[in-house]
Nanobody, 127 residues
Framework: QVQLRESGGGLRQAGGSLRLSCTFS????????IGWFRQTPGKEREFVAV????????YDADSLKGRFTISRDNTKNKMYLQMNSLRPEDAAVYYC????????????????????WGQGTQVTVSA
């Protein structure tokens, strides 16, 4: 059974940085594409970024690209989301999720493509 556990969330001032980690266990990490989603109260969970088993990445929008960087370390079964220049609108619960590799990266913006989810980590950004 795959398990995912997020860590690294916390409180930052606008303009600050955080690095979220996602620890994967239970199966072969390198066989999975790993994505980050985020959710704020009253809103649907939204795609943030994904990194495939081979290291290709996709981000939600130009507003994220350049501020957020997704990476993975297959030797440690971990995936990371480096978040710089944080904005109050980045505040959310961040979730990591895994999908079997082989899917078109464009489809990995959809929650339905993911098989397993972590419990989430809270990111708070003060103005």
């Amino acid at each position: 059974q795959v398990q995912l556990r997020e860590s690294g969330g916390g409180l930052r001032q606008a303009g600050g940085s955080l690095r979220l980690s996602c620890t994967f266990s239970g199966r072969t990490f390198s066989s999975y594409d790993i994505g980050w989603f985020r959710q704020t109260p009253g809103k649907e969970r939204e795609f943030v970024a994904v990194i495939t088993w081979s290291g290709s990445s996709l981000y939600d929008a130009d507003s994220l690209k350049g501020r957020f960087t997704i990476s993975r370390d297959n030797t440690k079964n971990k995936m990371y989301l480096q978040m710089n220049s944080l904005r109050p609108e980045d505040a959310a619960v961040y979730y990591c999720a895994s999908a079997m590799h082989g899917l078109d990266i464009g489809t990995l913006i959809y929650e339905s493509e993911y098989l397993y989810w972590g419990q989430g980590t809270q990111v708070t950004v003060s103005a």
